[in-house]
């Protein structure tokens, strides 16, 4: 009974704490409370740095693309992919596309110029249907997506922010990460709820030692 009671309060604490960043977005012009999520972990990971090269996987509404063109300034490059239409953002290249898609890639690559992106943030999360087991491999099926795509995408020493679910196929996907980037993290933001199995990955110093050209991450 005191176990239920207890549940119910921590239950009630997460809706109320989550209903305050849906009105701090509201207050502070984000599309999306998600944006606070990316703010946290910037506090913590210094990751956003005016000038920067960023790409934005799974971008819309616009939270996230929100808080790191402010951070990274008019010399700043933020690239924005997504399935759904996006509002334009000053500055912002937005790309309505599946991530997954050969072309879609190219494109990113056509927006950020010359160089590769510092910093891949991905917030991508695929339509749930309820059936744990196929949702767990579509999840996997866009992590290892974005993973292999930071070989076209991110220069070396470059950074990656990820959600993760928790499930299946998840430890191996952090091994992989573990053998391409310097140090990995996880992150569960405050403004994340309790009991989603959302993570972030937040992986530093990417070692590109292999360049794959684009045809062949896909095939
Ligand atoms: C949680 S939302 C992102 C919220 C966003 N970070 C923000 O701050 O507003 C996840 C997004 O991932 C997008 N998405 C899922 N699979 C995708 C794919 N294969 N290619 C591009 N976008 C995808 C969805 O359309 C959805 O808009």
Same mark, same amino acid.
Not at 118 to 127: G, Q, R, T
Not at 149 to 156: A, F, G, K, Q, Y
């Given at each position: @009974?005191? +176990?239920?009671? !207890?549940?119910?309060?921590? *239950?009630?604490?997460?809706?109320?704490? %989550?209903?305050?960043?849906? %009105? !701090?977005?509201? /207050? *502070?012009?984000?599309?999306? !409370?998600?944006?606070?999520?990316?703010?946290?972990?910037?506090?913590?990971?210094?990751?956003?740095?005016?000038? @920067?090269?960023? #790409?934005?996987? $799974?971008?819309?509404? $616009?939270?996230?693309? /929100?808080?790191?063109?402010?951070?990274?300034?008019?010399?700043?490059?933020? #690239?924005?992919?997504?399935?759904?239409? @996006? +509002?334009?953002? !000053?500055?912002?290249?937005?790309?309505?596309?599946?991530?997954?898609?050969?072309?879609?890639?190219?494109?990113?690559?056509?927006?950020?110029?010359?160089?590769?992106?510092?910093?891949?943030?991905?917030?991508?999360?695929?339509?749930?249907?309820?059936?744990?087991?196929?949702? %767990?491999?579509?999840?996997? *099926?866009?992590?290892?997506?974005?993973?292999?795509?930071?070989?076209?995408?991110?220069?070396?020493? $470059?950074?990656?922010?990820?959600?993760?679910?928790?499930?299946? $196929? #998840?430890?191996?996907?952090? %091994?992989?990460?573990?053998?391409?980037?310097?140090?990995?993290?996880?992150?569960?933001?405050?403004?994340?709820?309790?009991?989603?199995? *959302?993570?972030?990955?937040?992986? +530093?110093?990417?070692?590109?030692?292999?360049?794959?050209?684009?045809?062949?991450?896909?095939?």
């Amino acid at each position: @009974m005191a +176990k239920k009671r !207890r549940q119910r309060s921590k *239950e009630w604490y997460d809706r109320h704490r %989550q209903d305050a960043f849906v %009105q !701090r977005a509201r /207050q *502070e012009g984000y599309r999306s !409370r998600a944006a606070f999520k990316l703010e946290e972990i910037d506090r913590r990971d210094r990751l956003l740095k005016p000038g @920067m090269r960023v #790409v934005d996987l $799974g971008a819309a509404p $616009g939270g996230w693309a /929100q808080l790191a063109s402010n951070k990274i300034g008019r010399h700043g490059i933020l #690239v924005c992919i997504d399935l759904l239409p @996006m +509002k334009p953002i !000053r500055g912002v290249s937005i790309i309505q596309a599946d991530f997954l898609d050969q072309d879609a890639k190219y494109k990113i690559i056509n927006a950020l110029g010359e160089q590769k992106a510092d910093l891949v943030i991905s917030d991508m999360a695929p339509n749930l249907s309820g059936i744990t087991v196929s949702d %767990q491999a579509r999840s996997l *099926e866009l992590l290892h997506g974005v993973l292999l795509s930071c070989r076209s995408l991110l220069r070396p020493g $470059g950074d990656l922010v990820v959600k993760l679910f928790e499930g299946e $196929g #998840v430890a191996d996907f952090r %091994q992989a990460c573990s053998r391409d980037f310097v140090c990995c993290n996880i992150r569960k933001p405050d403004a994340s709820r309790a009991r989603s199995r *959302e993570h972030y990955l937040v992986a +530093k110093g990417f070692r590109n030692e292999v360049v794959v050209p684009v045809e062949e991450e896909n095939s």
